[in-house]
């Protein structure tokens, strides 16, 4: 028995987003297809089709940016039937469609992401994330596997690692969505340093497969939820130096659920972390 994380990020354009965040999505494998199929049905239910059908992907700044909040606050109320049937029109019309095609899609945009986040609670589906503010130092040199990664590999180890399902777990896979080439070759030549010459690492490639998967986000289910859940928290659970409340306080319905699904364990680092610094000791001035 294996689990699956899946790996996606955000902000990592350092433009808008309030912070960086680097989110795991763990899953075990024989659970993985009827989740995806569960998903499906949902989107079926919310917008009368797959809304990832074609080049559409599930992704946080689609379903859950600031204009749709707007959209839903129009005032039109429908029937469950009426909204999918509104919003199916929305999205096959695109451009053309009407004010209130746009309403209904947005409400069946916040309907289908609530009951995405209830569907990852039956799954039991766990979430791993590290969050790094803008101005977090970072490293000169790119030999070493930044923090939030290893922070994420080692939260995902003690989940495998916990000794009452142990046996039951085996080994865990890393997904990630493919970057561009140089920097995915990048990535797996810090993973190798970081399992091969480090202690920790050492330790941590019993049970976290050291060599990483590459996939499309586009067509990969997984990478897409892990997506949503990088957004967020990107943009609805940070709070920023000086000030009290998260970006999005709009989000918070969806943050509250999102925490739920966190890796907690006693006597183990939590599942969502803020890192200040991302430098490896030997870079920082003494």
């Known amino acids: 028995m294996a689990y699956f994380l899946f790996i996606d990020e955000s902000g990592q ?4 987003s309030p912070c960086e965040v680097l989110a795991g999505i763990a899953l075990r494998d024989k659970t993985l297809w009827p989740f995806i199929k569960k998903i499906h049905e949902i989107e079926h239910a919310c917008f009368g089709m797959r809304y990832s059908e074609g080049a559409r992907e599930l992704k946080g700044k689609k379903l859950l940016k600031t204009r749709v909040f707007k959209q839903i606050k129009i005032g039109e109320k429908f029937t469950e039937a009426q909204r999918c049937e509104l919003a199916q029109k929305a999205l096959q019309n695109g451009a053309g469609a009407t004010p209130q095609e746009y309403c209904a899609l947005a409400q069946s945009k916040i309907e289908f992401v609530r009951r995405l986040l209830a569907l990852c609670k039956d799954f039991k589906c766990v979430l791993f994330a590290c ?3 803008k101005n977090a130092p970072r490293p000169e040199g790119r030999d070493f596997l930044r923090k939030d990664y290893s ?3 080692e939260r995902f180890f003690y989940f495998l690692s916990e000794s009452e399902n142990r046996t039951s777990r085996g080994a865990g896979a890393i997904v ?5 080439k140089s920097r995915s070759h990048i990535l797996i030549g810090q993973m190798d340093r970081y399992f091969k010459r480090t ?3 050492r330790e941590r490639s019993e049970l976290v497969i050291p060599e990483p998967f590459f996939v499309h986000s ?3 289910t997984g990478i897409q939820i892990a997506d949503i859940a990088a957004y967020l928290l990107s943009w609805g659970y940070y709070k920023a130096t000086g000030t009290n409340n998260p970006k999005r306080p709009e989000l918070a319905e969806f943050v509250t659920a999102a925490k739920k699904l966190a890796y907690k364990s006693p006597g183990k680092p939590l599942g969502i972390t803020v890192i200040n610094d991302l430098r490896p000791t030997t870079e920082r001035i003494k």
Do not use: A, C, I
């Not at 354009?13 to 808008?16: G, L, M, T």
């Not at 990630?176 to 561009?180: C, G, T």
């Open 131 to 133: 969050l790094v503010p």
């Open 13 to 16: 354009d350092q433009q808008e």
């Open 176 to 180: 990630f969505d493919e970057l561009e």
């Open 218 to 220: 586009d067509l990969s």
């Open 199 to 201: 202690q920790k690492g």
């Open 151 to 153: 922070y994420l590999f």
